[in-house]
């Protein structure tokens, strides 16, 4: 059920791309700067939150941990691994989602928000303090 929402939110998510080129990735020593040594993020998808929210912590060394809640059907927990590969985070959710997703990520704006992108679409936004 988990691994279907998921699923789901990523094929509802598809951003538009020609807005997303107007924004910039960040580079691998802007990523190790701001990750290397842990960060925990607020994200939402690019509807305000209307299809998901999250939590997630990016624990120095590697350890991912957090929920995701979707309406309708509450927190899911998160409990993966996170490594820095160029300049993308690539991740793994745990039983919510075993398989590696790597994401670059954009500045949106705010000094401290990024836009989400997995394989080129807009998938969500992450803020932090």
């Given at each position: 059920?988990v691994?279907?929402?998921?699923?789901a939110?990523g094929?509802?998510l598809i951003?538009?791309?020609?807005?997303?080129?107007?924004?910039?990735?960040?580079?691998?020593?802007?990523?190790?700067?701001?990750v290397?040594?842990?960060?925990?993020?607020?994200s939402?998808d690019?509807?305000?939150?209307?299809k998901?929210?999250?939590r997630?912590?990016?624990?120095?060394?590697?350890?991912?941990?957090?929920s995701?809640n979707?309406?309708?059907?509450?927190?899911?927990p998160?409990?993966?691994?996170?490594?820095?590969?160029?300049?993308?985070i690539?991740?793994?959710?745990?039983?919510a989602q075993p398989?590696?997703v790597?994401?670059?990520?954009?500045?949106?704006?705010?000094?401290k928000?990024?836009t989400v992108q997995?394989?080129?679409?807009?998938?969500s936004?992450?803020?932090?303090?």
């Amino acid at each position: 059920m988990v691994r279907f929402l998921l699923t789901a939110l990523g094929v509802v998510l598809i951003g538009s791309s020609a807005f997303a080129q107007a924004k910039r990735s960040l580079n691998a020593a802007e990523m190790q700067a701001l990750v290397g040594k842990g960060l925990s993020v607020a994200s939402i998808d690019n509807e305000g939150g209307n299809k998901f929210s999250g939590r997630v912590n990016l624990e120095a060394g590697g350890r991912l941990t957090g929920s995701l809640n979707v309406p309708g059907h509450g927190a899911v927990p998160l409990n993966g691994t996170w490594k820095l590969q160029g300049n993308r985070i690539c991740r793994t959710l745990g039983a919510a989602q075993p398989e590696e997703v790597c994401e670059t990520w954009l500045r949106a704006g705010a000094a401290k928000e990024v836009t989400v992108q997995v394989d080129g679409k807009d998938v969500s936004i992450n803020r932090w303090q």
